[in-house]
Every structure is written in structure tokens, then in C-alpha cells.
């Protein structure tokens, strides 16, 4: 996995919308190797994060409670908390 990709389940209070859709962005940006993508690929891009952001949320949802919580927070979390 991206070291970049944080783990999501298991967190208090459980990951938003938000933090989800940041994972899949990062997700999409490994495996296509774009950190920008063109004007005629952004469409294809926003699909594929929308795609994979609905289909995190709905594992997230149905898989049962982690024992001990993830060792590092989301980059959202993180930037939350320094301020």
C-alpha cells in the first residue's frame, strides 16, 4: 500500500466524507502516476476518486470494529490538531 494512504478504519470518531475522498485522491494519483491531471483526464480522474471514495465508505461501513485504533491519523486530522 501508498505509505501516503492512511489507514481509515478503527478511528474515533469513525472517518468523514472528507477524509475518505482524500485517500482515494491519493490512491488514484499512485496508481495513475498524475498529481495534476490534463484538462481532457480530469473528468476520467474525478470519476475514478468518486468511484473509489463510495466504494471505501461502503467496506468502512460494513466491516466489523478494529481492536486498537491506527498507529498514525489521517493528513486532515493531523493538520487539524497543529492548529
Known amino acids: 500500500m501508498c505509505r501516503n ?7 474515533e470518531p ?7 475522498t482524500a485517500a482515494a ?6 496508481v495513475t502516476g498524475l498529481t495534476t491531471p490534463t484538462a481532457m483526464a480530469a473528468p476520467e480522474v474525478e470519476g475514478a476518486v ?3 471514495a463510495e ?3 461502503a467496506l468502512l461501513a460494513v466491516l466489523p ?7 498514525t491519523s489521517p493528513p486532515l486530522r493531523r493538520r ?3 492548529s
Open 5 to 11: 494512504i492512511t489507514t481509515l478504519r478503527g478511528l
Open 65 to 71: 470494529p478494529r481492536r486498537v485504533p491506527p498507529k
Open 55 to 57: 466504494l471505501s465508505a
Open 80 to 82: 487539524a490538531a497543529a
Open 50 to 52: 468518486q468511484a473509489i
Open 14 to 20: 469513525p472517518a468523514t466524507t472528507e477524509e475518505i
Open 25 to 30: 485522491r491519493q490512491y488514484v494519483r499512485k
